[in-house]
């Protein structure tokens, strides 16, 4: 497992893969991150979104933590945050760690 992230990161547990560069050199990189399907999210709040909020406000309010933002992307199949609080009126899910959801497999 990948030790080197933190805690709030989506990379937490990611393991790390490594292969063969043609220079014979070895070569780490995070392996590929699976998103839950959004069934598996159980929603703690929903917050309607106004514009002009970022993604990372929403989940310092709901969270405390701006950098759980990718958790509030992932339950609401957002793949660019950047767009996450678009349009106006927007209704977000902000989820329950899935830790403590559904089954409690992450």
Do not use: H
């Not at 043609?22 to 839950?36: A, M, N, W, Y």
């Not at 959004?38 to 990372?56: F, S």
């Not at 990718?70 to 927007?90: F, K, L, S, V, Y």
């Amino acid at each position: 497992m990948t030790d080197q992230f933190g805690p709030n990161s989506r990379y937490r547990n990611v393991p790390l893969r490594s292969r063969k560069r043609p220079d014979g050199t070895d070569e780490q990189f995070v392996g590929r991150r699976i998103i839950s399907g959004l069934e598996r999210y159980t929603a703690l709040d929903r917050v309607v979104t106004d514009g002009l909020t970022r993604i990372d406000g929403v989940a310092a309010n709901a969270f405390g933590d701006p950098l759980l933002y990718w958790r509030i992307c992932d339950a609401n199949g957002e793949a660019e945050p950047q767009r996450a609080t678009q349009p106006a009126g927007r209704l977000l899910i902000i989820p329950m760690p899935l830790e403590t959801s559904t089954d409690g497999d992450a």
